[in-house]
């Protein structure tokens, strides 16, 4: 990922980053691959449902809203990539809703990257002004209080708070708080995913002034990073192109 005034790397690039981020998308592919071998194929596979999986995944999805925050500080326009996204995934809505309702995804993982670019975006000129130490703490912060939002439920250090959640709530599942009827085969809602995605954002500011070990900047790993530079173009095309395979070969 391209940092401005950085010292490391051909073209400032920090292949670090696109590694992450590719490691990330494999997983996601994988977590796909057994997921259609189950509900399309008839697979039995156990581990599927295991809680050490889902803390794995939960880590892995953790990594990549992190390092696509802190990837999202770096452009030059982060509005206008927000808005492409967002675009792309009510797309993915309509072709879901049409094609395989059964798997109907609403506020999927790109409406919630495109939602958050732009809400960073909007919000980045006042957060310049803040020591990026605390916004960080901040996020972080904000996520554990935050966690269970959806249930009505803000975790505190040594206590909870409930709260009611409204009667009409159909619309408000981009917030994390969802109806009886809502249901998504992939669900990402701002509250409380948005605070880690923000909490790369402020990491990106040590790492632009050079302030993670040098090991971080010379990190060369060709094919994983290269998997991350292109991880929107194979998020789009790895599920229908696994359920071609799956289906018709």
């Known amino acids: 990922m391209d940092t401005k005034g950085g010292s490391y790397g051909k073209s400032n690039r920090i292949e670090a980053l696109d590694a992450l981020r590719g490691v990330s998308i494999l997983f996601v592919v994988f977590y796909h691959l057994i997921y259609d071998l ?30 696509s925050g802190c990837c999202a500080s770096f452009s030059r326009d982060v509005i206008k990539r ?44 006042a957060l310049q002004k803040i020591p990026w130490a605390i916004v960080l703490v901040t996020a972080a912060a904000l996520w554990f209080a935050l966690r269970d939002f959806g249930s009505g439920r803000i975790n505190l250090i040594f206590t909870e708070l ?17 109806s009886p009827t809502f249901r998504s085969a992939d669900y990402f ?16 500011k040590p790492i632009k002034s050079n302030q ?33 395979i799956l289906l018709y070969i």
Do not use: C, W
């Open 38 to 67: 189950i509900y399309y194929k008839g697979f039995n596979i156990p581990f599927f449902y295991s809680k050490a999986f889902g803390i794995v995944h939960s880590v892995f999805l953790a990594v990549l809203f992190l390092v």
């Open 82 to 125: 927000g808005a492409i996204l967002a675009v792309l995934g009510e797309a993915i809505t309509v072709a879901t809703a049409i094609f395989s309702p059964e798997n109907l995804i609403v506020f999927g993982v790109l409406s919630f990257f495109g939602i958050s670019m732009i809400l960073y975006g909007l919000i980045s000129p």
């Open 162 to 178: 409930h709260f009611n959640l409204p009667r009409n709530r159909d619309y408000l599942y981009p917030f994390g708080i969802t």
């Open 189 to 204: 809602p701002l509250i409380p995913t948005f605070f880690i995605f923000l909490f790369g954002t402020a990491l990106s």
């Open 212 to 244: 993670f070990p040098k090991s971080f900047y010379t990190l060369k790993a060709p094919v994983i990073s290269f998997i991350g530079r292109h991880s929107l173009l194979i998020y789009l095309v790895h599920q229908p192109l696994l359920l071609f």
